[in-house]
């Protein structure tokens, strides 16, 4: 669960597969091309010639944060519709598909509009609506071609084809031999100029079938309450999955209005890694990518959370072995603090080498499981960073709280070895290289950072910013946040039915 270290260093070029000649920021801007459409789009294209295939990566500056009340999930929703086809991909007929969409959407905004009223509502009209749109659904059924788009992808010989939502982007991605660079160029801009929302409502089914299952399994539901209590105002506090009964009544309507809001082609950053011309891609661009209407910019999130002024507490009671977890407010990604919480991070709880792991599992033996991570909730704006443990048999969340907050106390107490810096700083690198060994992986990476932090080239600046994290930098980062008035605690408390003799 910790967030991805998305480094690089000069330093570290050669080690990488496919950047053997980008020994400086110099060479590797040579193989990186970066361009705009009039529309307003950015590409990132970077040529490694390794292998006759392309990696190609769509970054939609939008996710759960940006949704309001009523709509929550909506960001989520939507990328599965992203998978629907087009009016030519995905239909049978489409002329007479929309017809029936389009009927179908009139009938649940009627739907919807008389389950609003609560204990007012016509239960008789209700029932007739909801049989009318399930016959709607039926007919609409018959003109589908269901999961066109990926048997496309498939039979040209893609893989990976997938997308994430999270909450600061939303991501598609997916990978295609090298000839294939114009079909991907139709099919990426064709769903993204002329998207066809058909199956939403069986969709949204899915996704609330999704957060079902999620509300039995009691450590998301932990999360999703520590985020909550963690959070008075900020979207952070929200679950990306949204909530139930904004899930239930949300429209497709409210998609498209959604769509035309954040997916307007200057919302849009494309990175492709491979086997490219740059030039090929341009002149490709312009023609495919070039019809994409711009949209007004999205405005960020203002809503800022205020300092937290004490602890707080929550217990979770559920079926299911103990578990403690404490948050605590940290900055933005784009804070000079970042790079000290990725090595506080590391010598703190990552690995069985920490300090968290050392003294709660191999030492102690009260538990069996201990970690610290940060961007659970986000990076774009102050997140959290988080530590949890799974206790022992025998022991207690209040035993692994007490060592965790000691250890705690005493990384701002004593200052760290040069050992454990060094050990930090060199576990940077290799989970780079790891990161970065395939195409995808950089595509992901480019693209991350040239819209998250501002450019590409903060890749090459925040491993030195690493380096140069000093053990006083620890000490100092965990006095100033890992503090009581701005931690929150939560507990999961074994709860088991009693079984009747």
Not at 307 to 314: A, H, I, K, V
Not at 343 to 369: C, H, N, W
Request: glycine share 6%; with cysteine.
């Amino acid at each position: 669960m910790r967030r991805r270290l998305v480094t690089f260093s000069l330093a570290l070029a050669f080690l990488v597969p496919g950047l053997t000649q980008a020994q400086n920021l110099a060479d590797f801007e040579a193989r990186l091309t970066k361009f705009t459409l009039d529309n307003g789009l950015k590409f990132l294209v970077f040529e490694r010639h390794d292998a006759p295939v392309v990696s190609f990566v769509t970054h939609a500056n939008v996710g759960s944060v940006d949704e309001q009340l009523g709509i929550t999930g909506i960001a989520h929703v939507f990328e599965h519709m992203a998978f629907k086809g087009t009016s030519t991909i995905g239909t049978k007929d489409f002329a007479k598909e929309k017809k029936i969409l389009d009927e179908m959407e009139r009938v649940f905004q009627a739907l919807r509009r008389e389950r609003l009223k609560g204990h007012l509502a016509d239960s008789s009209k209700i029932r007739q609506l909801s049989e009318e749109f399930a016959r709607l659904e039926r007919e609409a059924d018959r003109y589908i071609e269901h999961d066109e788009y990926e048997r496309v992808i498939d039979r040209e010989g893609g893989t990976n084809l997938n997308a994430t939502t999270g909450p600061d982007a939303t991501r598609y991605f997916y990978s295609l031999p090298s000839n294939k660079l114009e079909l991907w160029m139709s099919l990426e801009s064709e769903r993204f100029r002329d998207p066809v929302l058909r199956e939403f409502y069986k969709e949204k089914n899915v996704v609330l079938e999704e957060l079902r299952l999620g509300q039995n399994n009691p450590i998301r539901r932990l999360i999703e309450d520590l985020q909550a209590v963690a959070y008075e105002v900020h979207p952070y506090g929200r679950p990306v999955i949204g909530y139930k009964s904004d899930l239930e009544l949300l429209t497709c309507q409210q998609a498209y209005d959604f769509f035309r809001r954040y997916y307007g082609a200057n919302n849009l950053t494309i990175a492709i890694v491979g086997d490219v011309n740059p030039e090929e891609v341009k002149h490709l661009a312009k023609i495919y990518f070039g019809r994409l209407p711009k949209g007004e910019p999205p405005d960020p999130v203002i809503t800022e959370e205020p300092e937290q002024e004490g602890e707080r507490r929550f217990e979770l009671e559920a079926p299911a072995q103990p578990f403690v977890i404490m948050a605590f407010h940290r900055p933005s990604i784009n804070h000079p603090d970042d790079a000290v919480f990725e090595v506080l991070t590391d010598i703190l709880g990552q690995g069985r080498t920490s300090r968290l792991y050392t003294r709660l599992v191999k030492q102690e033996k009260i538990a069996v499981q201990v970690s610290a991570f940060s961007g659970l909730t986000g990076e774009k704006y102050p997140g959290l960073f988080v530590c949890y443990a799974v206790p022992a048999r025998g022991h207690t969340n209040q035993e692994c709280e007490a060592s965790m907050l000691d250890e705690i106390e005493k990384i701002k107490r004593e200052p760290v070895t040069p050992e454990e810096l060094q050990k930090a700083k060199d576990r940077a690198r290799a989970n780079l290289v790891r990161q970065l060994q395939d195409n995808l992986g950089l595509a992901m990476e480019l693209a991350y950072y040239e819209v998250i932090t501002g450019d590409w080239r903060n890749l090459f600046k925040k491993l030195d910013e690493i380096q140069a994290v000093s053990a006083e930098d620890v000490r100092r980062v965990a006095s100033t946040y890992l503090t009581k008035r701005n931690r929150t605690v939560g507990h999961l408390v074994p709860v088991f039915a009693q079984t009747a003799n």
